[in-house]
């Protein structure tokens, strides 16, 4: 059996496939830096607290939604592009295709959007703020960035604050699903 297991692990290895069988080890933990501030929906205002981290940004919002829906986030997602920040949106497409009407408001703001069709799911909830600083910060959690998350769905949202390697990891994430990420299509 031992020797069966030994050729198996050597054919594949010349083959070319022990990457597809064995994913890269986990990134090496890094020291905790900063502050957190966390909300549980319904009873906690996740919205809220992330409306306050969109208003507090200084240079860049940079957006992962799986599904945006819910007006006052989007709201302040263009205030920070009116302010002048560097606003981007990168959305699943099918799920904006399903409730595409802040999709809308959002590019008639002119912020950019793309939509990544790459996965199944661009399942992301995320939000960097402000990378490359020390007041930098990532939001993320179980909340889409709907009504239904903060009204209807158990869900929580985190902010992470003043960790700038986490900031950088989350925004080099960013980067790699905007590079694959397309923009919509004229008629949206």
Request: glycine share 4%; with cysteine; aromatic share 6%.
């Amino acid at each position: 059996m031992f020797t069966r297991m030994l050729i198996a692990a050597f054919l594949s290895i010349a083959a070319g496939t022990v990457s597809a069988q064995h994913p890269a080890p986990p990134v090496a933990p890094f020291a905790a830096a900063g502050t957190l501030q966390y909300a549980f929906t319904a009873d906690d205002h996740a919205d809220e607290m992330i409306i306050a981290a969109i208003d507090a940004a200084q240079r860049q919002v940079l957006v992962q939604a799986y599904s945006l829906t819910h007006r006052r986030i989007a709201d302040a997602l263009i205030r920070a592009k009116n302010r002048g920040l560097e606003v981007a949106v990168i959305a699943d497409e099918e799920q904006s295709r399903a409730s595409p009407a802040m999709i809308r408001e959002l590019a008639r703001a002119g912020v950019p959007l793309l939509f990544d069709a790459q996965h199944a799911a661009a399942h992301n909830k995320v939000i960097v703020i402000d990378t490359g600083g020390t007041d930098c910060a990532v939001v993320t959690g179980s909340f889409n960035f709907t009504y239904a998350a903060q009204h209807r769905n158990a869900e929580n949202a985190l902010i992470l604050r003043g960790n700038p390697p986490l900031c950088e990891a989350y925004f080099n994430n960013w980067r790699r699903h905007q590079l694959h990420s397309r923009a919509p299509a004229k008629s949206r």
